[in-house]
C-alpha cells in the first residue's frame, strides 16, 4: 500500500529532477499533483488554508454519478512503490550547469555544444533535448518566413535524422537513461515510426513513471482502446492519471470518471483532476454541473487560464454573455497572449454576433500556438456564420490534420459541403463525425437531413438515422418529429401515428407549444376518426379547441365530421357543440 506521504515524497524528488533536466512542463505537473494531496491537519496554518475549501466537494460530485461503482481508496493505493533512480555517479560540474543556463536562455545550439564531450546520461538528455528544441525553433522559423504564421508548409525539423541515429545507438549499448528514451519516443513519432515510438515510451514511462510528458506523448499514440489496452505498463499510480486522460481522449468518459474518482482517494484537492472531470461532464453535455467545476476551480486558483477555454464554450453553449464577459475580461489582464485566452475573447465577440472580431481573435491564437485544435475548429464555425464556406473549409482541414479524430471537425466539414448543396461530401463527412461519435444524436440528424435532399431522396436510410438519433436521446425532439413525417409521406400512417403521439408525450412532458404540436394533434385527430375510434378523436380535437384562429377552426371541421361519421346525419351548429 502507497501511503499519501510516501506519494508526496515520490512527487517531490521527481519535480526536483524533472527540473534539473529542462522538463519544466511535467515538474509543473507533479507540482500541482503534490500540492493537490489533502495535508495533515494538524499542520494547517493560515497560509496554507487553501486545503480547507470546500474538501467534499469532488466527492460529492462523483457520489452522485450512479453510473460509477469504483471505490474511493482511503489511505493509499494498493500498488507497488517504484524506487526513485539514483542520479549518475560522475558530477557534471560547472560543465552542465553552463549549459543549462544556456538551455534555460533559449540558447539550445550553445547548450547543445557545451556538452558535445560529457557522457553522463543526465548530460547526454540536455545535450540531444536542446538539439531537438533547437530544431523545432528553426522549423517555426521557416514556416513563418515561408508560408506565414497560419499558413501550410513543408518545414521539418531538420535535427529529426541526427537524433534518430544518435539516440538510437545509445538505446542499443544502454547509454541512455528513461528521459532519453522520453526524447527517443518524441523523435520516432515525428518520423511516423508510431510503432517504436510507442515501445520506447513505455519503456520511458515503466522505469520512471514521473514524466508527465512521457505519458502524455504516449497518450497521443493511443488512437484506439485496442492499442490502449496492448500496451505493458507497470502498476503505479501514474498509470490511472495516463488511463483517465486516455479514456477521455477516447471518449470513454464513465471509464474517465472512474479512474479520476480512484485518484482523487489521494489527490483530494487536485485542481488538475477537478479540470478533467469537469472535461468528461462536458463531454456528457452536462453544462451546469460544469459551470460550478469551473467556478469553484477559479475561485481555488483566481488565475488560471489553462482549461478556462473549455469553461468559455460552456458560457457559450448557455448564452450566458456577462459571465463571459467577465471571464474574457480576466483572462485579458491575465495573460492576454495565451492562446486560451486569445479563444475566450473569440468566444465572447462571437456570442456578440461580432464574427470578424471573433475570427480575428482565433487567429491570434493560432499565431501563438498553430496546432490550437478548439481554435481551428471555432474559426471554421465563425466563417460558416459568415457565409465564407471556402474559409470554413479550410480551417476543419486544419483541425482534422491535428487531430483526425475530432469529430467537431468532422462535423463540420459536413455542414459546410451541405451549405454548398454537396450532399453526397456532406454525407461522407458526417458518417466520419459519427464513426468517433456514434451517441451523438445531432450527428445522426445531420446525417438524416442529407438524405433527404432532393439529390439524395434516400428516405428509408434517412427514417434509420432518425431512429438512431431517438436512441441517442435527441433532447430537441427533432427525430420524433421527422419520423413522423416521413412515414406520413410514405403513407404509413400507423408508423406515424405513433410517433406523433410519442412527440405530443414529449412536448406536454417538457410544457412546449408550438406548429408541432399543432400539426401532431390534427394529424392524430384525423387518423382515430378515420379508423373510427371516435372517442380519442374526440380528445385531440377538444385540445385542438383550446386553440385561436385557425386551429380552432380546423377542430371544428373534425368534429363535425365525426358527429356525421357516429350518426349518418348532419351534425348540429358546433358552436352549440357539448365540449
Known sequence: MVSKECCRNEIRAAIRQLSDRCLY????????????????????????????RGSSSIRRRFSTNESISTPLPSVGFSQAATPLPEEDEAIDGDIYLLAKSYFDCREYRRASHMLRDQVSKKSLFLRYYALYLAGEK??????????????????????????ER???????????????????????????????ARASLVESVNSYPWNWSAWSELQSLCTSIEILN???????????????????????????????????????????????????????????????????????????????????????????????????????????????????IGNYYSLKGQHEKAVMYFRRALKLNKKYLSAWTLMGHEYVEMKNTPAAIDAYRRAVDINPTDYRAWYGLGQAYEMMGMPFYALHYFRKSIFFLPN???????????????????????????????NCTDTEGIALNQLAKLHQKLGRNEE?????????????AEGLEGPNMFEALVFLATHFKNHKKFEEAEVYCTRLLD?????????????????????????????????
Open 166 to 196: 544518435d539516440l538510437s545507438a545509445l538505446r542499443r549499448t544502454g547509454a541512455i537513461d528513461s528521459f532519453g528514451l522520453y526524447l527517443y519516443g518524441v523523435v520516432l513519432k515525428e518520423k511516423g515510426n508510431e510503432s517504436l
Open 138 to 163: 528553426r522549423k517555426e522559423e521557416e514556416m513563418i518566413e515561408l508560408e506565414g504564421p497560419l499558413g501550410k508548409s513543408d518545414a521539418i525539423n531538420r535535427e529529426l535524422v541526427s537524433l
Open 25 to 52: 512542463s511535467a515538474a509543473k505537473w507533479a507540482g500541482e499533483q503534490v500540492v493537490g494531496i489533502e495535508q495533515d491537519p494538524s499542520n494547517f496554518t493560515p497560509a496554507n488554508t487553501r486545503f480547507q
Open 440 to 470: 451523438d444524436s445531432r450527428l445522426w440528424i445531420a446525417m438524416a437531413k442529407c438524405y433527404q435532399t432532393e439529390q439524395l431522396y434516400m428516405l428509408e436510410e434517412a427514417i434509420k438515422c432518425y431512429k438512431r438519433a431517438v
Open 230 to 344: 496492448s500496451l505493458n505498463l507497470n502498476n503505479h499510480w501514474m498509470k490511472d492519471f495516463f488511463l483517465g486522460n486516455a479514456y477521455q481522449e477516447l471518449r470513454m468518459h464513465t471509464e474517465s470518471l472512474a479512474k479520476y474518482e480512484y485518484l482523487q482517494g489521494i489527490f483530494s484537492f487536485s485542481n488538475y483532476i477537478q479540470a478533467q472531470t469537469a472535461k468528461a461532464q462536458y463531454s456528457l453535455r452536462e453544462f451546469d454541473q460544469v459551470e460550478i467545476m469551473f467556478e469553484e476551480l477559479l475561485r481555488n486558483d483566481p488565475y488560471r487560464v489553462e482549461d478556462m477555454d473549455l469553461y468559455s464554450n460552456v458560457l457559450y453553449a448557455k448564452e450566458a454573455c456577462a459571465a463571459l464577459s467577465y471571464l474574457a475580461h480576466k483572462v485579458f489582464l491575465t495573460d492576454k497572449y495565451r492562446p486560451e485566452s486569445c479563444c475566450i
Open 547 to 579: 386553440y385561436s384562429g385557425p386551429e380552432k377552426e380546423k377542430a371544428k371541421s373534425l368534429l363535425r365530421g365525426i358527429r356525421m361519421a357516429q350518426t349518418g346525419f348532419p351534425s348540429m351548429d358546433l358552436e352549440h357543440f357539448p365540449i
Open 496 to 508: 406515424a401515428a405513433y410517433y406523433f403521439e410519442k412527440d405530443l408525450e414529449r412536448m406536454d
